[in-house]
């Protein structure tokens, strides 16, 4: 039995799918230049890793096409800018997907809109998984990062904005109410 070696930058799917085999890695952030573009460079400066497999799946059923599989595993701890301290904060991103291979478009088309469960692609002549990896880390980024608890006590803009008066004013307790200068108007003069 030969065991066939399977490249990550060019990979075979189908092939890798029907000999059901795995490949795994670790690669630098730095590797992945859009992802490093959307973190933070960490205080200490150090790079991130990115730790990474995938499986090839495939299933032969009678009477229809065999179905061609990828399962991808990605995890990494990357620096984001919490939106509640805006300080940085170390969070894991994790990716565990399994996409579906099909001969074409259209069909990959139809089949992704009738089934929200899994991802439809059309089968490539070979497919960089190293960009396919970082293409699902970016999706797994939080929308809003933030620490579970932040370092430091937060300070809030109203606070802030009701201790500043400019001249050393005290506040208003009682601000003038917008359209006090309408009904100053509307009031009928004598002698007219």
Same mark, same amino acid.
């Given at each position: ?11 075979? @799917? ?18 992945? =230049? ?37 399962? @991808?595993?990605?995890?990494? #701890?990357?620096?984001?800018? /919490?939106?509640? /301290? ?8 994790? @990716?565990?997907? #399994? ?32 960009? +396919? ?16 608890? /932040? ?17 050393? =004013? ?14 100053? +108007?509307?009031?009928? #003069?004598?002698?007219?």
């Amino acid at each position: 039995m030969t065991t066939q070696r399977f490249d990550p930058a060019r990979l075979d @799917v189908a092939a890798f799918a029907r000999a059901q085999a795995q490949i795994e890695g670790l690669l630098s952030l730095a590797a992945l =230049a859009r992802l490093a573009d959307a973190v933070v460079q960490p205080a200490d400066g150090a790079g991130a890793d990115v730790r990474w497999s995938a499986q090839g799946l495939w299933r032969e059923a009678a009477g229809s096409a065999p179905e061609t599989r990828l399962r @991808v595993r990605a995890q990494a #701890t990357v620096w984001l800018t /919490c939106q509640r /301290c805006l300080q940085p904060a170390a969070l894991p991103i994790e @990716v565990d997907t #399994t996409l579906r291979f099909v001969a074409d478009e259209a069909q990959a088309e139809r089949l992704d809109e009738a089934q929200d469960a899994e991802d439809v692609l059309a089968l490539p002549r070979s497919l960089k998984l190293v960009e +396919l990896i970082e293409d699902e880390l970016i999706l797994a980024l939080p929308i809003v990062p933030r620490h579970e608890a /932040c370092p430091e006590p937060l300070t809030y803009a109203a606070e802030a904005a009701a201790d500043f008066e400019p001249d050393g =004013a005290a506040p208003d307790d009682d601000p003038p109410h917008p359209f006090a200068a309408l009904e100053a +108007l509307k009031k009928p #003069t004598r002698g007219a």
